[in-house]
């Protein structure tokens, strides 16, 4: 769950790629806490660096340096069904 995440950003920065990693927890509470141990082991705070969340009622996300989210399934099945999946990745949103 932390380290899957970390290896694959990593990978990619070092390819020279700008990585957009979303990885879904069944529960609020467990996206929180996993988005805040892996921004920890990075050594950054969550939500001002590569590592945010979002759940239903909370979100701590830097809009320009995000580069792994932890959301709640059911928050990425309403931003896909409302954004569409051409709009999911992009910047602004």
Do not use: N
């Not at 990693?21 to 969550?46: F, H, K, M, N």
């Amino acid at each position: 769950t932390t380290q899957l995440p970390q290896y694959i950003l990593g990978a990619e920065e070092a390819a020279g790629r700008v990585p957009r990693i979303v990885v879904t927890q069944p529960r609020r509470l467990a996206a929180v806490s996993v988005a805040t141990r892996v921004a920890e082991e990075l050594g950054e705070r969550v939500g001002h660096g590569a590592v945010g969340y979002r759940v239903r009622g909370d979100s701590a996300v830097h809009p320009q340096h995000c580069r792994v989210l932890f959301c709640t399934t059911g928050v990425l099945l309403q931003r896909m069904k409302h954004l569409g999946q051409g709009s999911f990745f992009k910047w602004e949103t």
